[in-house]
């Protein structure tokens, strides 16, 4: 290896599905990376572009307005789609948060209206049971392997998986549909889920997960240098604690 | 308390008046009095209880104003636009009748109502009054269906509280669908630089009015933007849908813009605004309306303010008074409870902005940045109902613009760590003081630990603002807020 690594990240429609303050995941693998001496460049890919993704390690779609979710759904199978598609079944690193999570699955079935077909990278599919349904909206504690996630959702639709892993296992909130304990999916290094918060700074083991893997990817097998989590780590246990879950 | 009411009940039962209205306000004068006893504000329970037993007693009680009602909406700045305006109006000979802030659901209209009107359902010296309310978004529909305003303000729509307010578009369309069952006789009045609310024209079945900047002028003013934050809402033609062209942003969304799609843009304004100086006190503002121009000082700090009296402005216009009275009024108002207050605490200046979404808490952000950097800063983030519980607006707001800051900081409020955290990741290298909990130990904590005469700067959402005031006000170094409005 020459030189400091150097990653490359594709933040799919910035601005047209960033409605939950998303960004600061992206702001979190940037520092998490700078840290350590990794660049990561960011590149903003907007409507209409169609950027060849096996030239990027990571892949970050966030949530949007239902009407601006129509705008990019259209939009991600017209311009991005097959490169996407492929790319992801390639090992491409991604991170799809709740609208993103249901662009990237099989379908969605919106409160009004007809099906729309998705990606299909997750295998899961999702439907909205119709606009007089309450929202999934709150803090969500979710078990990990040996570890939590924490964050805060809110979606209408529900997300039942037909083939992809759960992320993780709901202990607080709704997570994918508020009956089966599953919160989000993982379909080879692709993750969806629910959850906002920002999710990735109170969550720092995934955002390394995240980046180790991209390294990796490039065939760059190195133990990331240990950060100070402790401010990471407070936030995360105060809202454990708050949901009255013992960390 | 009720039993020698209930005698004159009776009579006023026999005699044409609305008896369920005459007990809805006697059981509100009741609430307010135990409200009184309790020493507790008492800004919502008069109101919910009258709205209980005549759910009509708004419409019923406003609808008897003699100068008619303004209705007050927006995401950000009602509050302090509601007391300009309430300036203004006064200025121009009238008499405004106001909700008190934080109480601005149909309830806390119920309770204003009610507290001025008599047992026989009338509101007392009522042909001389003017109503003035300033209305929460989700809330507008509601009263709106109650009150017929005879000046209906919007002032901007930005992300906020979207667990409880839901996505922009659909406040919008729900806007709309109120606006047009309104009166032909009801004149909006529409911030032309918010692209989402100056469509709501479309909607509008009688007069509009456009206010707006036209342009920043000096250093000072902060030159426009060119490039929308990320947080930035209304991007996209509320029409067709297509990205919008902007020429001049003068912060979020707000500014110069046009639909390259489908001519949508920016509308001419009925009442222009030139910003000469914009800082941490003041701006220096030029209005211009039907070639009267009046170029006056305002003492309240930062580009939010700037359109919060522009569109106090244009409501006074509309409802009678001559832009000069109004600019000159404007010019010595002070502004609302916890935005930009100031008190004097043991030597110390505190400030106390409220911050509660990304756009409002940016520009609070600019403006405390310019201010004293050696100040103590105390962030009071808390997640209670008020407050919405959905903190994660804090990592679309700016916070880097304060990491230049040079004293202590210190986070508050029930997610002070999530505040620290997002300060970690802001850049900010030094450990902030994290005070969890109970807000008036972290606001005491800052001011006692602040160097000798040196300012402390609280910003702070919701509930934690009025428990910061409340510290405050315990001190006697600012009024109790329920007894700031008349």
Request: aromatic residues 6%; glycine residues 10%.
């Given at each position: 290896?020459?030189?400091?690594?150097?990653?490359?990240?594709?933040?799919?429609?910035?601005?047209?599905?960033?409605?939950?303050s998303?960004?600061g995941?992206?702001?979190?693998?940037?520092?998490?990376?700078?840290?350590?001496?990794?660049?990561?460049?960011?590149?903003?890919?907007?409507?209409?572009?169609?950027?060849?993704?096996?030239?990027?390690?990571?892949?970050?779609?966030?949530?949007?307005?239902?009407?601006?979710?129509?705008?990019?759904?259209?939009?991600?199978?017209?311009?991005?789609?097959?490169?996407?598609?492929?790319?992801?079944?390639?090992?491409?690193?991604?991170?799809?948060?709740?609208?993103?999570?249901?662009?990237?699955?099989?379908?969605?079935?919106?409160?009004?209206?007809?099906?729309?077909?998705?990606?299909?990278?997750?295998?899961?599919?999702?439907?909205?049971?119709?606009?007089?349904?309450?929202?999934?909206?709150?803090?969500?504690?979710?078990?990990?392997?040996?570890?939590?996630?924490?964050?805060?959702?809110?979606?209408?639709?529900?997300?039942?998986?037909?083939?992809?892993?759960?992320?993780?296992?709901?202990?607080?909130?709704?997570?994918?549909?508020?009956?089966?304990?599953?919160?989000?999916?993982?379909?080879?290094?692709?993750?969806?889920?629910?959850?906002?918060g920002s999710?990735?700074p109170k969550?720092?083991?995934?955002?390394?997960?995240?980046?180790?893997?991209?390294?990796?990817?490039?065939?760059?097998?190195?133990?990331?240098?240990?950060?100070?989590?402790?401010v990471e780590?407070r936030a995360?246990?105060a809202l454990?604690?708050?949901?009255?879950?013992?960390? | 308390?009720?039993?020698?009411?209930?005698?004159?009940?009776?009579?006023?039962?026999?005699?044409?008046?609305?008896?369920?209205?005459?007990?809805?306000?006697?059981?509100?004068?009741?609430?307010?009095?135990?409200?009184?006893?309790?020493?507790?504000?008492?800004?919502?329970?008069?109101?919910?209880?009258?709205?209980?037993?005549?759910?009509?007693?708004?419409?019923?009680?406003?609808?008897?104003?003699?100068?008619?009602?303004?209705?007050?909406?927006?995401?950000?700045?009602?509050?302090?636009?509601?007391?300009?305006?309430?300036?203004?109006?006064?200025?121009?000979?009238?008499?405004?009748?106001?909700?008190?802030?934080?109480?601005?659901?149909?309830?806390?209209?119920?309770?204003?109502?009610?507290?001025?009107?008599?047992?026989?359902?009338?509101?007392?010296?009522?042909?001389?009054?003017?109503?003035?309310?300033?209305?929460?978004?989700?809330?507008?529909?509601?009263?709106?269906?109650?009150?017929?305003?005879?000046?209906?303000?919007?002032?901007?729509?930005?992300?906020?509280?979207?667990?409880?307010?839901?996505?922009?578009?659909?406040?919008?369309?729900?806007?709309?669908?109120?606006?047009?069952?309104?009166?032909?006789?009801?004149?909006?009045?529409?911030?032309?630089?918010?692209?989402?609310?100056?469509?709501?024209?479309?909607?509008?079945?009688?007069?509009?009015?456009?206010?707006?900047?036209?342009?920043?002028?000096?250093?000072?003013?902060?030159?426009?933007?060119?490039?929308?934050?990320?947080?930035?809402?209304?991007?996209?033609?509320?029409?067709?849908?297509?990205?919008?062209?902007?020429?001049?942003?003068?912060?979020?969304?707000?500014?110069?813009?046009?639909?390259?799609?489908?001519?949508?843009?920016?509308?001419?304004?009925?009442?222009?605004?030139?910003?000469?100086?914009?800082?941490?006190?003041?701006?220096?503002?030029?209005?211009?309306?039907?070639?009267?121009?009046?170029?006056?000082?305002?003492?309240?700090?930062?580009?939010?303010?700037?359109?919060?009296?522009?569109?106090?402005?244009?409501?006074?216009?509309?409802?009678?008074?001559?832009?000069?009275?109004?600019?000159?009024?404007?010019?010595?108002?002070?502004?609302?409870?916890?935005?930009?207050?100031?008190?004097?605490?043991?030597?110390?200046?505190?400030?106390?902005?409220?911050i509660?979404?990304?756009?409002?808490a940016?520009?609070?952000f600019?403006?405390?940045?310019?201010?004293?950097?050696?100040?103590?800063l105390v962030l009071l983030l808390s997640d209670?109902?008020?407050d919405?519980?959905?903190i994660s607006w804090i990592w679309?707001a700016?916070l880097?613009?304060l990491?230049?800051w040079?004293?202590?900081v210190l986070c508050g409020g029930t997610r002070a760590e999530d505040m620290a955290l997002r300060l970690k990741y802001a850049?900010d290298?030094?450990t902030s003081t994290v005070v969890p909990g109970?807000v008036?130990?972290a606001?005491?904590?800052a001011?006692?630990?602040?160097?000798?005469?040196?300012?402390?700067?609280i910003l702070a959402t919701?509930?934690a603002?009025?428990?910061?005031?409340?510290?405050?006000?315990?001190?006697?170094?600012?009024?109790?807020?329920?007894?700031?409005?008349?």
């Open positions: 290896m020459n030189g400091s690594p150097k990653l490359r990240l594709a933040y799919l429609y910035p601005r047209l599905m960033n409605l939950y998303d960004a995941n992206i702001l979190c693998l940037t520092k998490r990376c700078g840290w350590r001496g990794i660049e990561l460049v960011v590149d903003e890919v907007d409507l209409k572009a169609s950027p060849d993704f096996r030239n990027y390690d990571l892949v970050f779609l966030g949530g949007g307005e239902d009407r601006q979710q129509t705008i990019a759904a259209n939009d991600l199978l017209e311009t991005k789609g097959d490169s996407l598609l492929d790319a992801l079944g390639n090992g491409l690193v991604c991170l799809a948060i709740c609208g993103g999570y249901q662009l990237l699955a099989e379908s969605y079935k919106p409160a009004t209206g007809e099906q729309l077909p998705g990606l299909g990278h997750f295998k899961a599919s999702t439907v909205h049971p119709g606009p007089g349904a309450p929202r999934c909206v709150g803090n969500v504690a979710a078990r990990r392997d040996n570890s939590w996630l924490v964050g805060f959702e809110n979606h209408g639709g529900r997300t039942t998986l037909t083939g992809s892993r759960p992320l993780a296992s709901v202990a607080v909130g709704s997570g994918n549909n508020g009956k089966d304990g599953n919160e989000g999916a993982i379909e080879n290094n692709a993750f969806g889920t629910y959850l906002h999710l990735l969550n720092p083991d995934f955002a390394d997960e995240l980046i180790s893997l991209a390294l990796l990817r490039r065939g760059i097998d190195i133990k990331l240098a240990p950060i100070d989590n402790t780590v995360r246990n454990l604690a708050k949901l009255g879950v013992a960390s | 308390m009720l039993e020698p009411v209930i005698p004159r009940l009776r009579r006023l039962a026999a005699s044409r008046i609305n008896p369920r209205l005459s007990l809805a306000i006697v059981a509100a004068h009741a609430a307010s009095a135990a409200s009184a006893i309790l020493r507790r504000g008492g800004t919502s329970l008069p109101g919910l209880v009258s709205l209980r037993i005549e759910p009509d007693c708004v419409r019923l009680l406003a609808g008897q104003l003699g100068d008619g009602s303004i209705v007050v909406a927006g995401t950000n700045g009602k509050t302090t636009t509601s007391a300009l305006i309430a300036d203004a109006l006064r200025a121009g000979g009238k008499r405004v009748l106001h909700n008190r802030a934080g109480s601005n659901m149909a309830r806390g209209i119920a309770t204003t109502l009610t507290r001025e009107s008599g047992i026989a359902g009338n509101v007392k010296a009522a042909s001389r009054l003017t109503g003035l309310f300033e209305v929460d978004e989700a809330a507008l529909p509601g009263v709106l269906a109650q009150v017929t305003p005879q000046v209906l303000v919007l002032t901007n729509l930005f992300r906020d509280q979207l667990d409880r307010y839901g996505e922009l578009a659909t406040t919008a369309e729900r806007w709309g669908e109120a606006i047009r069952r309104l009166p032909s006789n009801t004149t909006l009045v529409l911030n032309a630089d918010d692209p989402l609310v100056a469509s709501l024209a479309d909607s509008a079945p009688g007069a509009v009015y456009h206010y707006g900047i036209s342009s920043w002028i000096g250093a000072q003013a902060g030159s426009s933007l060119l490039k929308p934050a990320l947080s930035a809402d209304s991007l996209y033609c509320p029409r067709c849908a297509t990205g919008l062209d902007f020429s001049a942003i003068a912060y979020a969304h707000l500014g110069q813009y046009a639909c390259p799609s489908c001519g949508f843009s920016r509308p001419v304004t009925q009442l222009d605004v030139v910003v000469r100086e914009c800082d941490v006190e003041s701006s220096v503002l030029t209005y211009s309306s039907g070639g009267v121009t009046s170029q006056c000082e305002l003492h309240l700090p930062g580009r939010y303010n700037a359109y919060n009296a522009a569109a106090a402005v244009a409501a006074a216009i509309v409802a009678g008074v001559p832009l000069p009275l109004a600019t000159k009024a404007i010019s010595g108002s002070r502004g609302a409870f916890g935005r930009a207050e100031r008190a004097n605490v043991d030597g110390h200046d505190v400030r106390l902005f409220l509660k979404n990304p756009t409002g940016d520009e609070v600019r403006v405390v940045g310019a201010g004293d950097r050696d100040a103590t209670n109902a008020a919405g519980e959905d679309d700016q880097e613009l990491v230049p040079t004293g202590p850049g290298e030094r109970d008036g130990l606001v005491r904590r001011v006692e630990s602040a160097g000798s005469g040196k300012p402390v700067t919701y509930t603002m009025l428990a910061a005031r409340a510290v405050l006000a315990r001190g006697g170094h600012v009024e109790q807020y329920w007894r700031t409005r008349k």
